[in-house]
């Protein structure tokens, strides 16, 4: 595996629902949530050498390597591992940062989930979600690439088969902290607990949005227009919304309504992950050339 180039899809995912049910002692907040993954992404390119450093290219405006994310996983790897090898990783970064559809955590599994393969240490999902789990809460949901429905603090996760829809997912031109809407006085945190069955069979909300809506004027614009169109909420605590609909087409035809200066695009829901079924490719063609 050394010195080969490989390409490794990085997917957004989205909090198809979110309920936030009480909050514990140490101030974390309990919750209920639906993970699903996009078909839309970031790209990780990684070529695995014996220099046992890790670079990243290019460099991230503000972003000291210490802090990028992609090192912090590559660097906690190889330290639970005791690994000596390096590799060079390449992102294609397409995913806006603090959009609440998990660009930072996703990147950083997806470099756990590689370089593993890469650097053959043939560590479990377990092992690498609990290296994620220090990362970021929503770390090991990708590392694991199946639709999860999260509870507790988010780190009890259960598979889960939402419908594969289509959504039109908008970035309105704010950039939100979590601790902000998490913090703020207003906001719910009693919804009653539910069976995911029961869940699954009602109308999705997320707790958070009537926050949000009320601290950003743009999150709330958006979010009434796409209204009119189709079924649309906030993702996470955002700044991204999202629409469903049963097609492509008619996510298309929305998106082409609106301003350019809008950042959008189209995707569909998956429950495994294209990181998933891209490791299931190159462990599968490596048997192969055995």
Not at 218 to 239: F, I, M, N
């Amino acid at each position: 595996m050394i010195n080969r180039t490989t390409c490794w899809p990085s997917p957004a995912k989205l909090n198809l629902f979110l309920y936030i049910n009480g909050r514990t002692a140490n101030g974390y907040h309990e919750l209920q949530t639906l993970f699903q993954f996009l078909d839309h992404g970031d790209e990780l390119k990684i070529t695995a050498n014996e220099t046992g450093k890790v670079t990243i290219s290019p460099d991230i405006e503000g972003l000291a390597l210490e802090e990028n994310l992609i090192w912090k996983a590559a660097s906690a790897l190889q330290q639970y591992a005791h690994c000596s090898l390096g590799a060079h990783i390449e992102l294609n970064k397409i995913l806006p940062m603090g959009g609440g559809i998990g660009g930072g955590s996703s990147n950083a599994a997806t470099a756990l989930v590689a370089l593993n393969y890469l650097w053959q240490l043939h560590l479990s999902d377990d092992e690498l979600a609990n290296i994620g789990l220090k990362l970021g809460a929503d770390v090991p949901v990708f590392v694991r690439g199946f639709a999860a429905f999260a509870e507790g603090v988010g780190e009890k996760l259960s598979p889960a088969q939402p419908e594969e829809k289509w959504y039109l997912v908008v970035r309105p031109n704010v950039h939100i902290a979590t601790v902000d809407i998490f913090t703020h006085p207003q906001l719910t945190r009693n919804t009653p607990k539910r069976a995911l069955a029961t869940l699954l069979d009602s109308d999705y909300g997320n707790d958070c949005e009537k926050i949000v809506r009320m601290l950003y004027p743009e999150v709330d614009k958006q979010l009434s227009w796409l209204l009119q169109y189709a079924p649309s909420r906030l993702t996470g605590t955002g700044s991204c919304v999202f629409a469903e609909f049963n097609s492509r087409p008619e996510a298309e035809s929305i998106l082409a309504q609106l301003s350019d200066n809008v950042s959008a695009f189209v995707a569909q829901g998956r429950n495994i992950s294209p990181l998933k079924e891209t490791l299931a490719e190159y462990l599968s063609a490596s048997h192969q050339s055995i």
